[in-house]
């Protein structure tokens, strides 16, 4: 485990790295055999992809995963040669890979792997790792999934863990784990998830999460984020794809309608979002100031293949038309 005692002004921790491979084609059909036109492998991990999102944003956040060893030479080979700094708490078993399928039309479909199991052992020392790297006043973005071990209750222990070593924690996770996240000793600082995670969040129903919303998305993102707000939260973001995002931060709120971009890869769209967000926070901009660049660091993001990665040329632009 390299340099458990090492701090960061800003850390992202990912509790379910996975190696996401992406197939391109022009039509997938189901139960035929067909020929992808190109393939890509990535590391990702929702937490990585907000890490990317920061990096184009003039931020430098570490990275903590807990990771399995099988794979794991890889996966820290290649992040690291993007020049990210990522430290792995290591375990047995396979790092997890998701398949991307993304075809001519804009369609997506997305199949996440499963992690490897995680002992509650393991578990203590991935978070005791995390505090150990965890400033007073500082952000931690925690994104994404948990490997199965890891109950829900975990998870609230980890919010009250990184807030009672004083970091701000941005957290976006699924409804299999956020309620417990909302209703522990400690709340995260802040929430970002997508409109089919908040809506299940808030009827406490695990639902299917479809990549598409509907033409209601940007008012249903706007009911989401005030009423995420209204359970105590600092601040809320609830993302609606193509559709723009709503917000709730202190007594304020809005929306920022979707800007038209040219779409390679959306997977990422939104922890490049988060990312985007955090660091302008954390370089001590106004909530809507900074959401504003979390949106222009998704567009940025969708434009290329890298989940959450963005140019940040092409993140400057994108702030410059939102206006």
Known sequence: MAGESEDVAMLAVCPNPTIDRLVVLDELLPGTVGRARENRAYPAGKSVSAARGSRANDAAPGVLALLPVEGSAWYLETLRGEGVEVAAHSYPGRVRESIIVIEDDGRVTVLNGTGAPVDAATWDGFVDAAVARTRPGTWVVCSGSFPPGVAPSAVADLVAAVTGAGGLLALDTGPAWMPAALSG???????????????????????????????????????????????????????????????????????????????????GAGDAFMGGLVARLEQGLPFAEAVAWGMATSCAAIEQWSPGGADAARVRHHRARIG
Request: aromatic share 2%; glycine share 10%; proline share 5%.
């Open 185 to 267: 000793a400690a709340l995260p600082a802040l929430v970002t998830p997508n409109l089919a995670e908040a809506e299940a969040i808030l009827a406490g129903d695990a639902a299917v999460e479809h990549t598409w919303v509907g033409e209601d998305a940007l008012d249903r993102a706007a009911s989401a984020a005030l009423a995420l707000r209204s359970r105590g939260l600092a601040s809320a973001v609830v993302t609606a794809g193509a559709a723009g995002l709503a917000w709730a931060s202190g007594g304020e709120s809005g929306t920022l309608p979707g800007l038209a971009v040219d779409v390679r890869n959306p997977i």
